[in-house]
Nanobody, 127 residues
Framework: QVQLVESGGGLVQAGGALRLSCAVSGRTFSQYAMGWFRQVPGKDREFVAALSRSGGITYYADSVKGRFTISRDNAKNTVWLQMNSLKPDDTAVYYC????????????????????WGQGTQVTVSS
């Protein structure tokens, strides 16, 4: 079993920044590709960013490209999402997720491909 715990959410003004963390325990962290998703009430969960097992390949949603950065430290079993230039439209519950990919470099934006999920952390961006 794999446990994921997000932290770092909060309230920030538009234009500000937040750094989300996701601590992973239970299995070998380096075997998982990692992703961040977000969800607002009444809408489907939306892909934000993904990172390959080694961290060499990243993939971003167009809506966050150039503003958000996903990174990981396999020695610390942690993945981060640095969010800059935040907008009110970024307001959501943010979830990290772990994918046990069939090959080294696979990253995916498809929520159904992920095997484990955290409980989420609220990010609110005020205008």
């Amino acid at each position: 079993q794999v446990q994921l715990v997000e932290s770092g959410g909060g309230l920030v003004q538009a234009g500000g920044a937040l750094r989300l963390s996701c601590a992973v325990s239970g299995r070998t962290f380096s075997q998982y590709a990692m992703g961040w998703f977000r969800q607002v009430p009444g809408k489907d969960r939306e892909f934000v960013a993904a990172l390959s097992r080694s961290g060499g390949i990243t993939y971003y949603a167009d809506s966050v490209k150039g503003r958000f950065t996903i990174s990981r430290d396999n020695a610390k079993n942690t993945v981060w999402l640095q969010m800059n230039s935040l907008k009110p439209d970024d307001t959501a519950v943010y979830y990290c997720a772990a994918d046990n990919p069939p090959w080294e470099w696979r990253v995916t934006a498809t929520a159904g491909e992920y095997d484990y999920w955290g409980q989420g952390t609220q990010v609110t961006v005020s205008s």
